[in-house]
């Protein structure tokens, strides 16, 4: 027997599809639980059960056949809203680091420096969403099992949600305000020696650098970087945005030799950039 999710009635004037994407037709707790009941059903993730859902119209039978037919190998759909497999292999890959042992103390060592860098799309104006989002995120990052994170376009209502649901990370914001950057840092393995934000100077977006100073595993100081740079297409925002990579570059230049820089984050940069 299929599951049947109740719709609420459609606000569109138009009956044409919109070409970015289907709008939500379920209330926040009906979304919830049909990513729920998906990533239940698919053994996977309410991350990808959202997009899956997303792109099958929030058809909750339609999108796991889609699923299955995906990782049978079935052919796939022409319809333009059928989710590729790539982009199934790049929301479910798998683990990137090779572990010695699979948890992390003081007897058991990790081989690698996992990190983990991600526009969340805070923006979203889908704001019955928001949350399925954010905890989708979060499924993620705590499958990965990351050193640290970067991530940007983090608002208030997703960071409370990170915040409470990754107790093992420890978390920095460039701003509390609007939409901001975030670096979160596994507290097990990397203690954090101090925090910069600075600020760039032409921005009319209140974009900026957040650095933390760490020390990893006591022995390995390594500093982290994440920025989401000035954002449009005109001349102005262009111009912007190379100022504030050439200041990123500068801080990485100026770090003493003995440390680490690891930079990541939405640099919106252009190819003619």
Known sequence: MSTVLKRHPSTSSSSEDDDDGVDCPLSGAEALAACKQFASVTNTDTGLAMM????????????????????????????????????????????STTLTESKYDKTKVKARFKLLSWNIDG?????????????????????????????????????????????????????????????????????????????????NMERNLLIVHTMYKNSIEIDLMTSHHESGTEEIASKERIEQLKLCFKHMLDSPSHRIVLFGGDLNIREKE
């Open 52 to 95: 899956m859902l997303q792109n099958n119209e929030w058809d909750l039978e339609r999108a796991i056949n889609a699923y299955q037919g995906l990782t049978n190998d079935k052919p796939k759909s022409k319809n333009r809203n059928q989710t590729s497999e790539s982009d199934l292999k790049r929301i479910k890959s798998k683990e």
């Open 123 to 203: 923006l979203d104006e889908q704001e019955n969403t928001i949350e399925i989002r954010t905890r989708g995120v979060i499924d993620v990052i705590k499958r990965e099992e990351p050193d640290a994170v970067f991530l940007q376009e983090v608002i208030p209502i997703a960071f409370d949600l990170i915040r409470n649901l990754l107790p093992e990370y420890d978390s920095y914001t460039g701003n509390t305000q609007g939409y901001f950057v975030v670096i979160l840092t596994r507290r097990e393995l990397l203690k954090v020696q101090n925090i910069e934000i600075i600020k760039y100077p032409g921005t």
